[in-house]
């Protein structure tokens, strides 16, 4: 060999310079990762499903101040029928397209505004990395969550899984009341939610975000002592495995808090659902009725 290569090198500049060089392997992966990752779409609305009409769509509910949306003039109320090519019959459908759809591509949305039809441009954005905080900014007012709270039971000390847990709201909110010797797991199967709830809680000790299947939530038996679901029960492909898991799950004075939209019937792929749907199935679960309330826009069902 000749002097001053790998070979003749004392062992400690040979390993060094090999972890240089995993360093800067593994950097380039990630960055070639990073640049891969496709953005997604945001318009900045909050939607409800519509069903009142002849053809079902999506009606916008709330438009976030100075989104994509808002500039393209898109007011309460619209009611979505089209997106490009696409014909929307549930708010599920709408949020699909735009997420799909790369920032800065126009789109037009065939809209039905007082029931004139027309055609709306907009340009779709980058969705924001704090989605969850515009999408709270106006929620406390219908959502009343110092009363699901209280339903639920829960005090400093507590373990207790939000399932379904989307952006966090009620993360943050279960994660004050059990206090720094408590615990709470956020569940959730959707990718966008996991990252919202691995950002908003990097420096909370007291929430572990987990990754759930669709028929599992994957909760350690016998150890919470309550479970929250809000606007969750209604996206659930097999209600009795997720029921059956969450049961083995809580202690036996365990509660199961249940939050929902109200429907008249069951249309799979809307974000609503029968009360007694819900009802029928965790009873069949083996849980009990303990009380039902109605908040502004849901119902709320609390089980044993």
């Not at 007012?141 to 039971?153: K, S, T």
């Not at 009725?289 to 709320?300: A, G, I, K, S, Y």
């Amino acid at each position: 060999m000749k002097p001053g290569t790998g070979a003749t090198r004392p062992a400690a500049a040979r390993v060094a310079s090999r972890t240089f060089a995993l360093v800067l392997v593994s950097a380039t992966v990630i960055a070639a990762a990073t640049r891969s990752a496709p953005s997604r779409g945001w318009l900045g609305v909050t939607l409800r499903e519509d069903r009142a009409h002849a053809i079902s769509a999506a009606r916008i509910d709330t438009v976030l101040p100075e989104s994509p949306a808002a500039a393209a003039g898109f007011e309460s109320g619209d009611l979505v029928r089209r997106a490009g090519d696409r014909t929307i019959h549930a708010a599920r459908e709408l949020t699909e397209t735009v997420r799909r759809t790369l920032p800065g591509t126009t789109l037009v949305l065939r809209v039905e505004r007082a029931g004139v039809p027309c055609d709306v441009t907009v340009t779709i954005g980058a969705r924001p990395p704090d989605l969850y905080r515009l999408l709270e900014l106006d929620r406390d007012a219908w959502q009343e969550p110092a009363r699901v709270l209280a339903l639920l039971g829960v005090d400093a000390g507590a373990a207790v899984a939000d399932v379904g847990a989307g952006g966090g709201y009620f993360t943050a909110r279960l994660a004050a009341a059990v206090g720094t010797t408590g615990r709470v797991i956020a569940v959730d199967i959707d990718a966008d939610a996991l990252e919202q709830l691995t950002t908003r809680f990097a420096d909370a000790r007291n929430v572990v975000v987990q990754r759930g299947l669709p028929t599992d939530p994957r909760l350690d038996p016998n150890t919470l002592d309550a479970v929250l679901m809000v606007d969750t029960f209604h996206e659930l492909r097999a209600a009795d495995m997720t029921l059956a898991a969450i049961r083995r799950a809580l202690r036996a004075d365990g509660r199961l808090v249940i939050v929902d939209h109200p429907a008249a019937e069951y249309v799979a792929g809307t974000h609503a659902i029968p009360e007694a749907r819900v009802v029928a199935a965790a009873e069949a679960a083996g849980f009990h009725r303990r009380e039902r309330v109605d908040l502004p826009r849901q119902f709320v069902v609390v089980f044993e």
